[in-house]
């Protein structure tokens, strides 16, 4: 069940998205002793971030609403902790989320001499006051992308909000391809939704009105179809996230082009077992179906 993205060779395809359970040293060597393929850290920023004020996430039924407000302690401390993470034999990822394209340069330059292997840079992020999250703006998009590939030094891939609209799948499909990324991940949380306690009469987080990015089961048939629609337009491997529980879930992530996926809500609510649970799960599906490994059907889902 291994799987290659940039050269980097992962032993299954399942590891943890940015953001859950990932901030503090020991998050992160708890995901180096789990079933988790990979460590990816949480996404940094230049300076550390106390965040947004709790609550701040909230698991609903059907999956989570956030507005974490970006947490983390800074770049330097994760770039520390990227030499300890190696003992446990495993691929890094440095998720990378500057809050201005200056930011980006400096955290990527300083990326370059670290022990991560790839670096995922988040572009559900705003950068420039007044606009929208750079992947929602895609001349910024351009802009950042070519000023960030000229100079990272190790394989560096995106980290892609939903998309909804078939040109503009195309359109920012036309912007990676020409910065030559070196992989995809899609998606990060459906942004803004509202989720309302009907018998406290109020939101369930306070950040912003309530409003907060989505994951979980809400997000996954997005999630899929930005998977499968990327990776039918890219020339690099695509990693898939967003409601991913069981193993059949993977399965499905895989059959619709993905090359590995990330665990977000799930890891939150259930802890480091779930890697052992869904890898198990995942494994025990494909033998049913007779694939021994996930090039057997990755992408080949069929047409009615
Ligand atoms: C508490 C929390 C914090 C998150 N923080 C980040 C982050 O720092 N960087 C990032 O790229 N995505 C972040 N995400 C988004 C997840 O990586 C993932 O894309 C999203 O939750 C969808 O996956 P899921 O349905 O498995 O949760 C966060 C999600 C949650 C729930």
């Known amino acids: 069940m291994q799987t290659t993205i940039a050269s980097v060779t992962f032993e299954h395809p399942i590891f943890n998205a940015a953001g859950p359970l990932c901030v503090t040293t020991e998050e992160l060597n708890a995901i180096g002793n789990s079933s988790s393929s990979a460590i990816v850290t949480k996404s940094c920023t230049r300076t550390s971030r106390d965040g947004n004020p709790e609550p701040r996430y909230r698991g609903v039924p ?17 770039i520390n902790d990227t030499r300890v993470l190696k003992e446990h034999k495993k691929p890094i990822i440095l998720s990378v989320s500057g809050l201005s394209l200056e930011d980006n340069c400096t955290i990527i330059t300083a990326a370059n001499a670290s022990d991560a292997d790839l670096l995922e840079l988040n572009l559900s992020c705003p950068n420039v006051p007044g606009k929208p999250q750079v992947g929602y703006d895609f001349e910024q998009t351009d802009t950042v992308l070519a000023a960030v590939m000229k100079i990272a030094k190790k394989p560096l891939g995106v980290k892609l909000p939903p998309y909804f609209d078939f040109v503009h799948f195309e359109q920012v499909a036309k912007i990676l391809n020409k910065h030559n990324v070196a992989f995809v991940t899609c998606i990060n949380s459906i942004g803004n939704a509202l989720y309302i306690d009907p018998v406290l009469e109020e939101p369930v987080i306070k950040p912003k009105g309530g409003f ?23 020339d690099c491997p695509v990693i898939g996230v967003g409601g991913i529980e069981k193993g059949v879930d993977v399965f499905e992530f895989i059959l619709a082009g993905a090359h590995a996926v990330q665990l977000g809500t799930v890891f939150m609510e259930e802890g480091v077992g779930c890697f052992e649970r869904i890898r198990k799960e995942f494994e025990d599906y494909c033998a049913k179906k007779g694939y ?11 047409t009615l």
Request: no cysteine; glycine share 16%.
């Open 292 to 302: 021994t490994s996930v090039e057997d059907f990755r992408g080949k889902l069929k």
């Open 212 to 234: 907060g990015g989505l994951g979980g089961q809400y997000i996954k048939p997005t999630a899929l179809a930005n998977v499968r629609k990327f990776s039918e337009l890219l």
């Open 62 to 78: 059907l999956g989570s609403i956030n507005s974490m407000g970006l947490p983390n302690r800074g770049y330097k401390a994760y």
